[in-house]
């Protein structure tokens, strides 16, 4: 009997909120026979303990092994990523009073630490130089309050910003992800890599199909 390919695409980092972890947990699996693929999906490969840190390093070996002792006439393709970061979260499906106010300062360091930034950047360049030598120069007299010139500087750089970040209230500009979306997808990812970096420098990365961790 030839055996049967089984591809396996993993991600690398998975957020799930119940304790055990499955196959079917931490990425996607095709297979030709549907019973194969259902048995392997329902594979266990992690359990999270009480007392056990709530994020682990699985390596493809563990997953190949488990996969080949519960179906031992298959042939696994790994095409994903080889190590998954797992992590169990708790997620409050309810909003209470404390996500409102950690809304809340979140927009405000975030309002008032964007102000003084603007603010000590303009005052770093002497931007009310600029603008009155510039007035001087185009009106030929000296600027009196407040002049156009800074009315219009003050509405482009709000626009500039919105154009920016892709943003006006809750709704997209465009369809494409905004600089802060790309900045922290990428700082997600150099935080992935140094944990899994870490786990297998310190032996810690799983990949016994017994569940025990590998020593150095």
């Not at 026979?33 to 594979?43: E, F, H």
């Not at 006439?73 to 499906?93: F, K």
Request: with cysteine; glycine share 8%; net charge negative.
């Amino acid at each position: 009997m030839a055996n049967a390919i089984v591809y396996l695409k993993c991600d690398r980092n998975v957020e799930i909120q119940s304790e055990d972890v499955f196959m079917a947990d931490i990425g996607s699996l095709r297979c030709a026979d549907q019973a194969i693929a259902a048995k392997l999906r329902a594979l266990k490969v992690h359990h999270f303990g009480r007392e056990e840190a709530k994020r682990c390093v699985i390596s493809s070996l563990k997953l190949v092994e488990l996969m080949e002792g519960a179906c031992p006439n298959i042939s696994v393709e790994i095409v994903g990523e080889p190590d998954v970061l797992v992590e169990q979260v708790s997620v409050d499906r309810h909003k209470g009073w404390q996500q409102w106010l950690k809304c809340g300062l979140v927009c405000m360091v975030s309002f008032f630490g964007t102000a003084f930034t603007i603010m000590a950047y303009h005052n770093d360049v002497g931007i009310n130089d600029v603008f009155t030598e510039v007035y001087r120069m185009v009106m030929n007299r000296e600027p009196q309050g407040l002049n156009t010139l800074e009315v219009s500087y003050s509405i482009g750089l709000a626009a500039g910003i919105i154009v920016f970040f892709n943003h006006v209230g809750g709704r997209r500009l465009t369809k494409d992800p905004t600089p802060i979306e790309v900045a922290m997808r990428n700082y997600e990812e150099d935080v992935d890599k140094a944990l899994i970096a870490t786990a297998g420098r310190e032996g810690i990365e799983e990949e016994c199909g017994n569940g025990r961790r590998s020593g150095r």
